[in-house]
């Protein structure tokens, strides 16, 4: 046998690895109600994790979770590209293997692509490296079955895989969108149009109170209602502008829980509600919401912040300013 060096992992900071729990966590609570939100946070946990990303201290915590929780959600094509990234990274090290979950979770990924020859040779990979039952904890019992008998036929493993896997995956039922009368829509307009009118000329009070007399128009539950995002968002932006922390705040977080559009999924709201965090002093709540706002849009959605915001990010990052 080739004596191969031990392929080291790459530690993260400890704060970051607290945060990818911290998310993991929530994501974890929201399996049972809401399998894409779920998903979505996995995905931004898998986005804060560094370079080398599929060689760190938290690959596998984070990994492990994000590709059952995207196979969960249907998103299969994603989970099956990021396994078999990871199984790649690993096959090209020079090192020897000695962690098989990836193998596992890729085989699991084509297995839902309706791939069965493909998958039984990603598990012969799996014995040939010495992969114990350990390796496939927690997974239906299929995977281990065809760990024992890769032989199976494919026929008798796709009809097991749609009995044992995904037959029983629970179904949450279709939420209708909920939209608002046509007429609720037209005498809206012009009070969001004044609003804008005023928002462009720098008047941001009076931006702020057209918006609100269009929001009182929505009916309740809002968060069901896309247009509610939008103008709590906007209402938010004018108090942050004025420097009304206090006032910004409670509409920057009804658009953050948004139902309709997925508020908790938008850079603008999640970075703006960070920066009103952070200006009250609740700089955990303001770590997260910046975090997952630069997981989603990236440096460009911060180009134009003011320099504290963005040394807060830094200082959140790990990233050293020259």
């Given at each position: 046998?080739?004596?191969?060096?031990?392929?080291?992992?790459?530690?993260?900071?400890?704060?970051?690895?607290?945060?990818?729990?911290?998310?993991?966590?929530?994501?974890?609570?929201?399996?049972?109600?809401?399998?894409?939100?779920?998903?979505?946070?996995?995905?931004?946990?898998?986005?804060?994790?560094?370079?080398?990303?599929?060689?760190?201290?938290?690959?596998?915590?984070?990994?492990?979770?994000?590709?059952?929780?995207?196979l969960?959600?249907?998103?299969?094509?994603?989970?099956?590209?990021?396994?078999?990234?990871?199984?790649?990274?690993?096959?090209?090290?020079?090192a020897?293997?000695?962690?098989?979950?990836?193998?596992?979770?890729?085989?699991?990924?084509?297995?839902?692509?309706?791939?069965?020859?493909?998958?039984?040779?990603?598990?012969?990979?799996?014995?040939?490296?010495?992969?114990?039952?350990?390796?496939?904890?927690?997974?239906?019992?299929?995977?281990?079955?065809?760990?024992?008998?890769?032989?199976?036929?494919?026929?008798?493993?796709?009809?097991?895989?749609?009995?044992?896997?995904?037959?029983?995956?629970?179904?949450?039922?279709?939420?209708?969108?909920?939209?608002?009368?046509?007429?609720?829509?037209?005498?809206?307009?012009?009070?969001?149009?004044?609003?804008?009118?005023?928002?462009?000329?720098?008047?941001?009070?009076?931006?702020?109170?057209?918006?609100?007399?269009?929001?009182?128009?929505?009916?309740?539950?809002?968060?069901?209602?896309?247009?509610?995002?939008?103008?709590?968002?906007?209402?938010?932006?004018?108090?942050?502008?004025?420097?009304?922390?206090?006032?910004?705040?409670?509409?920057?977080?009804?658009?953050?829980?948004?139902?309709?559009?997925?508020?908790?999924?938008?850079?603008?709201?999640?970075?703006?509600?960070?920066?009103?965090?952070?200006?009250l002093?609740?700089?955990?709540?303001?770590?997260?919401?910046?975090?997952?706002a630069?997981?989603?849009?990236?440096?460009?959605l911060?180009?134009?912040?003011?320099?504290p915001?963005?040394d807060?990010?830094?200082?959140?990052?790990?990233?050293?300013?020259?």
């Amino acid at each position: 046998m080739v004596n191969r060096k031990t392929r080291m992992t790459v530690p993260v900071p400890v704060a970051l690895e607290r945060l990818l729990d911290e998310i993991l966590q929530e994501a974890a609570s929201l399996q049972e109600t809401d399998i894409q939100l779920s998903a979505d946070k996995t995905a931004a946990a898998w986005a804060l994790v560094p370079e080398p990303k599929f060689n760190t201290s938290c690959t596998l915590m984070v990994l492990n979770d994000h590709l059952l929780r995207l196979l969960d959600a249907g998103r299969i094509q994603e989970a099956s590209n990021i396994a078999g990234l990871w199984v790649a990274d690993i096959e090209s090290s020079a090192a020897p293997v000695n962690e098989l979950r990836p193998y596992v979770l890729f085989a699991a990924s084509l297995l839902y692509l309706s791939k069965p020859s493909a998958a039984k040779t990603i598990i012969r990979m799996t014995r040939s490296y010495g992969a114990r039952k350990s390796d496939f904890k927690g997974l239906p019992a299929l995977y281990w079955d065809l760990f024992l008998n890769t032989q199976m036929e494919d026929a008798v493993l796709m009809k097991r895989f749609q009995q044992e896997i995904l037959q029983p995956q629970r179904q949450l039922p279709e939420t209708e969108a909920v939209e608002l009368h046509p007429f609720i829509v037209d005498y809206m307009a012009p009070m969001i149009q004044l609003g804008h009118s005023a928002f462009a000329a720098g008047n941001y009070e009076k931006a702020a109170r057209s918006w609100i007399r269009a929001l009182k128009q929505i009916p309740e539950p809002k968060s069901e209602f896309g247009q509610s995002l939008t103008l709590n968002a906007a209402i938010g932006d004018a108090f942050f502008l004025l420097r009304d922390y206090q006032q910004a705040l409670p509409y920057l977080e009804a658009a953050k829980a948004n139902i309709a559009e997925n508020g908790q999924a938008n850079a603008f709201v999640l970075l703006r509600l960070g920066e009103v965090l952070l200006e009250l002093e609740e700089h955990a709540d303001a770590r997260e919401c910046l975090l997952r706002a630069y997981t989603l849009g990236g440096e460009k959605l911060f180009e134009n912040e003011a320099q504290p915001y963005l040394d807060f990010l830094h200082s959140c990052l790990g990233v050293t300013q020259d």
